[in-house]
């Protein structure tokens, strides 16, 4: 039995919990840490079987029966615990961004170098049953040699101003996950991006020195040519999308629904919208990673999301951001 | 050149009229006729091109330019001006059905034995391109045998009751198409008819002796089972589907709409009701109806929908109408 | 911690077991039962933490500890280990059909009448997302007064012909979940019932004294027709569609699939196809039911699906085995 | 009655002959010129009803008679024939581009100046079913402020090298309409552009100098961003759509295909693809087009597509080729 230890006890870090919990044959969750731990989630903790919920996380960092560490916590840490938990001998499954600072991420994966650790980033999306059939269709030849790859990526509301001021900017939390889809969907590398944006949602989000709303463009190391669109705001819900084209066809994947209810009327023909939320749209993909990630430390398999993986999003993203400040394409090579 | 003559003035027959002016090449339209002449028609037969206007149609089969006849007039007078054009020695294209009465079918029938008048019934249904699509899937093998046929056909409104009065009724003037669309889409016959069927859209209806909403199921000489169900009323509009399923899957056609558009908001994921007015609807089948009429009258090819065609609907009609009064199982052998 | 006995170890015993052990809180299973218990069967349940694993289900009926039994054993055996359980104080979870003999069904019923047991019945397309939103919508009044009800409901394949022989035919183990959602959907019951039938599929079917593909129609005491059609093979996977159609509007329900996932290439424009697996296609609606039985033992609620809900569809299945028969349509009061 | 001379006999000439002897009342065309003119020509001519067939079109210019002059000679030859007509008094529709050189455009502008003559420039696309509705969802306020807009066009097949090295290029040919369209849907102006492209469909395009693959972006002077997706080659059909995505929702328009058939089986559920070939899918278009144009004429409206739209989208396109030329964004400003 894989013994797990859940390094934030926030939302991501209960998905987690609860899906191992669950579905995760040959593995349980053994303790959680929190610096901020309630009562609430103590019983929370209890009620799931988890034996440990501690304040500290080294006291999971150093207990000898734990096998695997999920770094569930703010991301400003997330570098740092990589780097004690590689040290302490713990496979590490990491919600993404490692860091923002691409130095950080870089020592990271040097930790990495010399270490028979696993180490796995969150890119959730590649497990999502959408994204991975719009993947295969790509991979398996189905629309031959990809020529255009579009992206688009809407969220149904805009976080907090507070969160944006710290996150990093919309390029670095909420592109970053597109930016992997670019290179998940193409299986090439981005070369150069360009990067065009405004305040359209929320003024607040502009005197925040960010924007709401983008296009970015990229060349890809294949040829290919690929265009992400996001907005923070969607009325309709969570609309995450991509279509992959190529000399023999084309891909799409539109949204999940909570049911395929329509209905006739005389306003006229009503599906239902996008699932709204994220946690219920990739619940499974959850799942699937942690699971994903599991199976790679119990068999020794390659990760699926190596922690380079989770560098290049970040180089990507830091280009857009140059991008958009400078108003000219620029090349991932002129970043870190 | 060839010379048409069109009986009846009314929507259906300046809608055949129209067409032919403008899509039918090596044809015209060189007179019409109807008992109620108005000026505004007139003026209409001038502005198209046709050259005469009558009241009396014995002008247009006492005309030995015209080689064709159209009968767009009421109901009640096909069979009898079918059996004088036919005497006269034109080709003849009625509009359905021929007659109520079996009998007065029939004669039509007979007279047509030692003729050499081409003779087909407008049913439209048969040139439309989605009917038309699934039937050839249908009959290239692509669902392999057919088991269960589903017609869906729902008016937008019901007519008026005055018309209701003398139609023959839901099964003889409405779901007459859908018969014949039983027989073209099976390529076989119905032996057996069974209706049920209510007054729920209008007690009016139920008031001249009719009902507005049926269920008809039929079993076929090919061994598949079919069922049709019928509205007077959709508030979303006309409402015309086909689902032919078999041994190797199945054929299904929807309803064409005024635009691709779908609009998504925080009401749902909206999309254009079907066509409104069957003319609108089918308006590309009536210009392909009479024109594959004409080209078998220039090319002496067999007809689409012979006067037999005609017949058999109103058999099937006629033996719903017997099972729902009687509330068994009505063998078409019955009838006639 | 409510303890929960499962008698029968098979397909969906394994099921009720796995979803309650994940997802229903606050209740476990304590024990299982099954006459033919393999050490295949002992291991899984000892991996899922089920205390006992018996060859008798009478264990399960003595163990006062146990406070609710699913009985997922074969149909034959439902309504005797009913009447124990009943008898045993235990509130009961039966699979459907409570049984194929009216007189057994009606037996249940008059044991539950002075107990203070819950019974629910196993209808589990009741707790079915999409179903659960064609009814939400019926029942608010989205499509005003049901008019026509229509299902579809067709079987990726044909269970072996031993099964059918003992199965009490399509009507009673096929069409008897559609019947169930004819009285969920329309909120009314069933009052005649015609239905015809054929061996389209599979001879030997014919030759087991079934018939494998089916068009049922139905009056309902709410003035509305229905109509289900059957098959017991659809090669594009497990096909199970809604469309209530009434005086405001329709709504109608589709499959669900995979994935989003729409392929355009020069053959034409294709999604996928429905899911193939009853299990698969229903997962959530096993967990729904059984959590919704649990709640209402646990707060004392009226349970979903009822005993009497249970004795309806049999009484449907068995007056359209009866006008299959006769030919004719046949009364719900002729039978029982 | 309106009288109208037709100058080339291609097939858009042939087209809008054809479609205003059809559909538009009021107007006939009566002369027609081509300076390859064949006796097919002339016999076409003649069955459609027009009067005169000339070699040279100063003809045309020279006839008191004829009130419009429809320009569909080869583009080379718009503006100086614009030129021609309008001094020559004549009401002018002409084919789109005006011309690739922006000075010349100009010309013809500002002999529009002091004219009373009525121009027109061919974007049917402004007159298409789809692209209306959603025009009329965006005008109307049902997405809010545009924040997002989206074009994907995509033609099934490369034209010959031959004509695009006399073209223009992909930018003045094809994405043309595109352009046009960033201006109908937004109602806004581009002032910035930035394109991205590659030769991935046919190398002999690049040794034409040409790229075959596209992505646009623009910036719109309502603050709105755009973009473009182009390729010469889609194996599944013509792929004309787009979405414009708002503060209070999206309208999308997707393809339009021959049949709503859907077909199935084991393989998946397949649609049918796109329709194939331009002049099919917008065959309507044209018609409305020059209907539009003659309404203008005859009821002295405005017209619905100014030179100055005919202006605009060559200035959008010179801007996008320099932007490629110079890999840096090109703002509107500094074309011509």
Redesign the interface.
């Known amino acids: 039995m894989i013994q797990i230890g859940i390094i934030g006890a926030g939302r991501i870090g209960k998905v987690h919990a609860e899906s191992i919990t669950?579905?995760v044959?040959g593995a349980e969750v053994k303790a959680i840490a929190d610096p901020y731990l309630t009562e609430e989630t103590k019983a929370w903790a209890n009620?799931m079987g988890i034996a440990e919920a501690y304040g500290d996380y080294h006291k999971i960092l150093a207990d000898p029966a734990i096998d695997i560490v999920l770094i569930c916590s703010s991301t400003d840490t997330h570098s740092q615990i990589s780097l004690e938990a590689i040290a302490a001998g713990k496979h590490v499954f990491c919600e993404k961004p490692i860091d923002h600072d691409v130095e950080k991420i870089k020592a990271v994966i040097a930790a990495l170098k010399d270490s028979k650790v696993k180490y796995q980033v969150g890119f959730n999306r590649r497990f999502d049953?959408?994204f991975?059939?719009?993947r295969e269709?790509v991979k398996s030849g189905?629309?031959g040699?990809l020529?255009?790859l579009?992206i688009?990526s809407?969220d149904p509301g805009a976080p907090p101003v507070s969160y944006i001021k710290v996150s990093g900017g919309i390029f670095l939390d909420m592109t970053i996950h597109d930016f992997d889809m670019v290179r998940f969907m193409s299986g090439a590398e981005v070369e150069e991006v360009?990067a065009?944006?405004?305040v359209?949602?929320d003024p607040a989000i502009g005197e925040a020195g960010d924007i709401d709303?983008?296009?970015i463009?990229m060349?890809l190391s294949n040829?290919?040519?690929?265009?992400i669109?996001n907005?923070r705001?969607?009325?309709?819900g969570y609309?995450q999308r991509v279509?992959a084209?190529g000399?023999?066809?084309?891909?799409?994947?539109?949204?999940?629904t909570?049911?395929?209810?329509?209905?006739?009327?005389?306003?006229?023909?009503?599906?239902?919208?996008?699932k709204l939320f994220f946690l219920e749209r990739y619940m499974q993909a959850y799942v699937a990673e942690v699971s994903a990630f599991i199976d790679a430390v119990v068999n020794d398999k390659e990760v699926a999301v190596s922690a380079e993986d989770g560098l290049k999003p970040v180089l990507i993203g830091l280009a857009a951001k140059k991008s958009l400040a400078e108003?000219?394409?620029v090349k991932i090579s002129e970043i870190g």
């Open positions: 669950r579905f044959k009620a049953h959408n991975m059939a719009a269709a189905k629309i040699d020529n255009i579009k688009t809407r360009y065009i944006g405004g359209l949602v709303t983008a296009i463009t060349k040829g290919a040519l690929a265009v669109d907005c705001r969607a009325t309709y609309d279509e084209f000399s023999l066809g084309q891909v799409a994947i539109g949204n999940d909570d049911s395929t209810a329509v209905i006739s009327n005389g306003e006229g023909v009503t599906a239902e919208k996008p108003n000219r394409p």
